[in-house]
């Protein structure tokens, strides 16, 4: 099976834009949850979708906003970008089985200027 | 409330074993046992469940004592490829799907 694909890999923006990023889990994983990744404060967790579904939220600012489609492809939106959301965004799949195993995807890397 | 790793960083030669510790001030349903190598995304080791249940790589060995609310990582014989940082993710059953610990950074030396 293809594991989990992020899009884009890298991307730059500058303070106040919005920005979208895109994750697509591993076929017939029907959960995914995103991450935020920085030196400072670790992996923290933001929320995750399940079948179109927010089933979990982390605690992040309403900039920080989900969404997922009928295909399990989920993307994530952070409007109002500051320089503090320079991370590395992780979105990780979960399903197939009872134990709530989650694979990560390879991130991307938000640099906001 | 995020769990704490320790050590914070080990230095092993080839051949030796490493205990990574997970301890939680919560209860926990499962541990997640994660490794990342520097620039890549973290790649999924072991999960212990409540109750005993365990799913995980051949070569990797973990315990789980619920009552305590602690894990432990046994790495033995490592490997120049065991290098990495470990990260333990807890799951309480709360609204926060893994609480991350700030990570146990491995180096393994020829």
């Known amino acids: 099976k293809a594991g989990v694909t992020q899009t884009p890999r890298y991307l730059i923006k500058t303070r106040g834009q919005q920005v979208t990023l895109s994750c697509s889990p591993i076929s017939g994983h029907r959960s995914v949850s995103w991450y935020q990744q920085t030196p400072g404060q670790g992996l923290q967790f933001l929320f995750e979708y399940f079948s179109e579904t927010q089933r979990n939220k982390g605690n992040f600012p309403g900039r920080f906003s989900g969404r997922q489609f009928s295909n399990s492809r989920s993307e994530m939106n952070v409007s109002t970008l500051e320089l503090g959301d320079s991370a590395l965004y992780l979105c990780?799949?979960?399903?197939?089985?009872?134990?709530?195993?989650?694979?990560f995807g390879p991130g991307t890397r938000l640099t906001v200027l | 409330q995020q769990p704490v790793q320790s050590p914070q960083a080990v230095i092993l030669r080839e051949g030796e074993d490493a205990v990574i510790n997970c301890s939680s001030s919560k209860a926990l349903y499962s541990v997640h046992w994660y490794r990342q190598k520097h620039g890549e995304a973290p790649v999924f080791l072991m999960i212990?469940?409540?109750?005993?249940e365990q799913k995980g790589h051949e070569k990797i060995s973990a315990s789980f004592n619920e009552k305590k609310q602690q894990s432990s990582l046994y790495l033995t014989a490592s490997q120049l490829s065991y290098s990495g940082t470990y990260f333990c993710g807890t799951d309480p059953g709360g609204s926060e799907k893994l609480v991350f610990g700030k990570g146990t950074k491995l180096t393994v030396n020829p």
């Open positions: 990780a799949s979960e399903g197939g089985d009872s134990t709530d195993t989650q694979y």
């Open positions: 212990l469940l409540k109750g005993g």
